[in-house]
């Protein structure tokens, strides 16, 4: 069983878009397993979309978080914290075809919730108190609260993916200690290179780690305590518009992009999935390691408005926020589900 974080640390190369696509299209691809997404971002966005998207979807999600104890990652990290335990899945899981009937039946939500940002420095407090000899270290027993949820499945049945915040806040720490691979959503642009090269120092650290911060960082936490942490499997290209419009004929990956990704695995091939076959030139890497969603287009971001896979989708027009009229035709439909599940075939249950 794998478990998917889908993170970057640059804002704006479309987490939560590729979490309701890709997350939704490996559920109808594998009807025989359970998809959990867990959204650990406090705008929940993946999760309004999953929920049916625009108003409905917000206000699925709202109702939810509403509860005297919230059907959220909230709920759940709350009860983890006082109880000192697993919590039980089911008491904070919602099957998403039961509130947005155009989803596949075998697919699950842990949902996103605004107050995350609130309770971040209470599980910051958590994580940071004194350990005791004979004791459970707190850091340790906190960062893996959602390790110990993927580990209670039962692997046969279930795929995990979990939507993030670019910033590494204590949340996201919890989602990539959870998961065991990572898919990196980049644009097209040299700021990704730099965003990638970020990526991972934040993740593995430097070397040499810094002389003043260095032993004070997620990384050193983690190495100093063994952690397993995930291994890259996929860096994804992304370059959808917005609502109206052709996407712009440009590479989803910059040059500078794709050998800062090659550099960081020649670097250290450990750091990244283990493939049937291992890349031994640039070219290789950047097609192992590498999904494009270029085709990417208008259909794509109308129909994750709609909270509709691309697959359930028709021509026709589409009202999205103040617009009444975007149309999306055939073709735009055909293209962006073969996007879409060119990024899902690199995938494994």
């Not at 644009?187 to 990638?196: I, K, T």
Request: hydrophobic fraction near 40%; charge should be negative; charged fraction near 15%.
């Amino acid at each position: 069983m794998h478990s998917y974080a889908i993170w970057n640390n640059k804002g704006g190369t479309g987490k939560s878009t590729i979490t309701f696509h890709v997350a939704s299209r490996f559920a109808e691809q594998h009807p025989e397993r359970k998809v959990l997404v867990i959204d650990l971002c406090p705008q929940a966005n993946s999760s309004m979309l999953l929920l049916g998207g625009g108003i409905l979807g917000e206000a699925n999600v709202l109702d939810l978080c509403s509860n005297v104890t919230p059907k959220s990652v909230v709920g759940y990290i709350s009860n983890a914290i006082l109880t000192r335990s697993v919590p039980k899945l089911s008491d904070f899981l919602v099957k998403i075809s039961d509130l947005n009937q155009n989803m596949p039946n075998n697919i699950y939500l842990l949902s996103g919730d605004g107050n995350l940002e609130l309770m971040a420095p209470a599980i910051n407090d958590e994580a940071s108190r004194t350990p005791f000899p004979g004791l459970a270290d707190p850091w340790d027993w906190v960062h893996k609260i959602f390790h110990r949820l993927v580990s209670s499945l039962d692997g046969d049945e279930w795929t995990v993916f979990f939507d993030t915040n670019p910033s590494f806040a204590i949340y996201t720490e919890l989602a990539v200690c959870a998961a065991s691979r990572l898919l990196v959503p980049v644009n097209a642009d040299d700021s990704s290179r730099v965003a990638v090269k970020a990526l991972f120092a934040l993740l593995y650290g430097t070397n040499p780690p810094h002389q003043f911060f260095g032993n004070y960082t997620f990384a050193a936490k983690a190495a100093s305590r063994g952690f397993s942490l995930p291994k890259v499997h996929l860096a994804i290209g992304n370059r959808f518009t917005q609502f109206k419009g052709a996407a712009a004929a440009f590479a989803a990956f910059s040059e500078a992009t794709a050998d800062q990704l090659y550099s960081e695995f020649v670097a250290d091939p450990a750091r990244f999935s283990v493939k049937p076959n291992a890349a031994t030139s640039r070219q290789e890497f950047l097609s192992l390691y590498v999904g494009e969603l270029r085709d990417f287009n208008t259909a794509g971001v109308v129909a994750a408005h709609h909270g509709t896979p691309l697959s359930r989708m028709r021509q026709d027009y589409y009202p999205v926020h103040s617009d009444p009229d975007v149309k999306v035709n055939s073709n735009q439909l055909r293209v962006g589900l073969a996007a879409v599940d060119s990024v899902v075939d690199m995938l494994d249950p």
